[in-house]
């Protein structure tokens, strides 16, 4: 089971790019990597996945270098209301048990006008 | 279409006490997960069922009991509630096992 370490918290201010990085030191050949968001008194909601190179979509950016030994979320121009936790998951998506669901204690990113 | 949802919202025990918590899909999901939620931590899974008629442990299954009862409800009982067990309890759903998840609103749980 893959280990994951995160920043515990992160400030930043509207319109700025955030970048919260992910250590998977140990991630396997058929890891996946998962970002979640969660608002407080809510369950939390996907944001990205991927498994190398760079994944966008309409909210974020993961990029995840050759190794695959770390990952990193990028949120373009945050607003106030990007600040939440933000979870790092790694896990292998067709292992059949319960790999990658695993939710450590995240990132708190709190974003200031 | 609800989603994901759960009942009750809220509920007060007392210790030794037991209780159903509940779970309801409408996404026509395979698997289904509980997990809970202790004040600054991240998630825990107590149990998941990766399709209907199985279920397996997660990382804290001890004093959990579930019943996956048909693909669409998947719900946790507490037989014999304790102090610890206070927390917020999250269920989830994928199309399959570690694909993107849903989540429900939560039940906010406290044993005295």
């Known amino acids: 089971l893959a280990k994951t370490t995160q920043p515990i918290s992160m400030d930043s201010y509207e319109g700025q790019e955030v970048n919260i990085t992910c250590s998977h030191n140990?991630?396997?050949?058929?890891?996946?990597i998962t970002w979640y968001q969660q608002f407080p008194s809510q369950g939390p909601r996907f944001i990205i996945q991927g498994y190398k190179t760079k994944v966008t979509n309409e909210v974020a950016s993961l990029f995840i270098p050759a190794d695959r030994k770390s990952s990193t979320l990028s949120l373009p121009r945050v607003s106030l209301s990007d600040t939440a936790v933000y979870y790092c998951?790694?896990?292998?998506?067709?292992?059949?048990?319960?790999?990658?669901?695993?939710f450590g204690k995240g990132t708190h990113l709190i974003i200031q006008p | 279409n609800a989603g994901v949802t759960q009942t009750p919202k809220f509920q007060v025990l007392k210790t030794g006490q037991s209780m159903t918590l509940q779970c309801a899909q409408d996404m026509n999901h395979n698997s289904m997960y509980w997990y809970r939620q202790d004040p600054g931590m991240g998630l825990r899974l107590i149990y998941y069922s990766a399709s209907e008629g199985t279920t397996d442990k997660g990382e804290v299954p001890n004093g959990y009991n579930v019943s996956r009862l048909n693909k669409r409800e998947f719900s946790l009982r507490l037989e014999s509630a304790a102090p610890s067990q206070t927390s917020v309890y999250f269920c989830a759903t994928t199309l399959a096992l570690a694909n993107e998840q849903y989540f429900g609103p939560g039940t906010r749980l406290t044993v005295t």
């Open positions: 998951l790694v896990g292998d998506l067709s292992g059949g048990g319960a790999d990658g669901l695993t």
């Open positions: 140990n991630i396997a050949t058929n890891d996946y």
